[in-house]
């Protein structure tokens, strides 16, 4: 890989990382009052097991 192309690897990492991160932020900041994600209740029923 040239230079160039290797920054655009590493910007384009960031940027996707960043795009998740808001998704999974924005996604528990608008969930209704009580409500629990399913990765969440699993990881409950996981960690009493």
Do not use: D
């Not at 998704?23 to 409950?44: C, D, M, Q």
């Amino acid at each position: 890989m040239t230079k160039k192309e290797k920054i655009i690897a590493i910007c384009f990492s960031i940027s996707f990382i960043m795009v998740v991160v808001s998704a999974i932020y924005t996604a528990s900041l608008n969930k209704p009052e009580g409500y629990r994600f399913n990765v969440v209740r699993w990881y409950h029923q996981l960690k009493k097991s």
